[in-house]
């Protein structure tokens, strides 16, 4: 069946270090990617997505790539700042025309920036 | 445009009490789903719906009944609470493949 695996956490950075979250994927066919992101007391939200192999993810200074051959959709940010302290959850969903798109999450990885 | 909102916020329940989660969401989407979120556990999968009338299990879908009797409205209900349903319960809605998460429920059991 499809399975998420993330890094696992907790992450602690100081402000304008580089971030890598690592996630890796198992699943049949061509199944969608996303990283979403949990702010203290949130729900979740859409941080951003892939729907085909070697495409790029972006948004806030977030970027994720879609690797095939790698099974893969690490999440990377240049300069993280105390905003981003959250919790970030790869998912995946399956390919595309089910009738019903299940989307299978990973457990997430909680990231605290410190000034 | 209110996205998808839920009521209550907070509760605490003593074992054996019942209640109703109720989720709501002005997107016009088929499909509602209700997940449950414990530490180290990440998101499980309670119920499901793909429309107005219809509901399916998912993961954990035992201690738990739902009903979509209206396209807008998904309810989650917990008939005899007990200590292992206290989590955070959160409703999310789709069209597409990315899901609109409400702001969750905390939800304890005593």
């Known amino acids: 069946g499809n399975s998420v695996t993330q890094m696992e956490g907790p992450v602690t950075l100081s402000e304008e270090a580089f971030l890598t979250i690592n996630c890796t994927y198992t699943?049949?066919?061509?199944?969608?990617l996303f990283w979403y992101v949990q702010y203290p007391g949130e729900g979740l939200q859409l941080l951003l997505k892939a729907t085909k192999a070697d495409d790029k993810g972006s948004n806030k200074g977030f970027e994720a790539t879609y690797r095939k051959e790698t099974t893969s959709f690490h999440l990377e940010k240049g300069s993280v700042q105390v905003s981003d302290s959250a919790v970030y959850f790869c998912?995946?969903?399956?390919?595309?025309?089910?009738?019903?798109?299940?989307?299978?999450f990973g457990p997430g990885t909680s990231l605290s920036v410190i000034p | 445009n209110a996205g998808v909102t839920q009521t209550p916020k907070f509760r605490v329940l003593k074992t054996g009490q019942s209640m109703t989660l109720l989720c709501a969401q002005d997107m016009n989407h088929e499909y509602m789903y209700w997940y449950r979120q414990d530490p180290g556990m990440g998101l499980r999968l309670i119920h499901y719906s793909v429309g107005e009338g219809t509901t399916a299990k998912g993961e954990v879908p035992d201690g738990y009944n739902v009903s979509r009797l209206k396209k807008q409205n998904f309810l989650l209900g917990l008939e005899s609470a007990a200590p292992s349903q206290t989590s955070v319960y959160f409703c999310?809605?789709?069209?597409?493949?990315?899901?609109?998460f409400g702001p969750g429920t905390r939800l304890t059991v005593t």
């Open positions: 999310a809605s789709t069209q597409g493949k990315e899901q609109y």
């Open positions: 699943a049949t066919g061509y199944p969608s």
């Open positions: 998912a995946l969903s399956g390919a595309p025309k089910t009738s019903y798109d299940k989307v299978i």
